[in-house]
Nanobody, 127 residues
Framework: QVQLVESGGGLVQPGDSLRLSCTAS????????MAWFRQAPGKEREFVAS????????FYADSVKGRFTISRDNAKNTVSLQMDNLKPEDTALYYC????????????????????WGQGTQVTVSS
């Protein structure tokens, strides 16, 4: 059974940077697009960024475009999210997720398109 484990969250000030990492178990990581979602208290879980299974294609929410960068290393079964110029509105629990369908390049940013989720890592941006 595939498991995803996130790390790298923390408390930072506005303008700071953080790098989140997600490590996957299993042998089929390289076949699936991966994404980051986030959920703030009292709000629905929202799409942040995704990267297709072979890399080279990226999708971002408008709210993070130009500040966040998603990447993956299929040899290490990891996907990362580099977050720069963080803002208080970026405060949320960040989740790593695996796309249910393998070998696709569609940008489906709905939670229903992802079948495996990590436990989340908290990011708090506050002065």
């Amino acid at each position: 059974q595939v498991q995803l484990v996130e790390s790298g969250g923390g408390l930072v000030q506005p303008g700071d940077s953080l790098r989140l990492s997600c490590t996957a178990s299993g042998r089929t990581f390289y076949q699936h697009s991966m994404a980051w979602f986030r959920q703030a208290p009292g709000k629905e879980r929202e799409f942040v960024a995704s990267i297709v299974w072979m890399g080279g294609m990226y999708f971002y929410a408008d709210s993070v475009k130009g500040r966040f960068t998603i990447s993956r290393d299929n040899a290490k079964n990891t996907v990362s999210l580099q977050m720069d110029n963080l803002k208080p509105e970026d405060t949320a629990l960040y989740y790593c997720a695996r796309a249910a369908a393998p070998l696709t390049t569609n940008n489906d940013n709905t939670t229903d398109a992802y079948d495996v989720w990590g436990q989340g890592t908290q990011v708090t941006v506050s002065s």
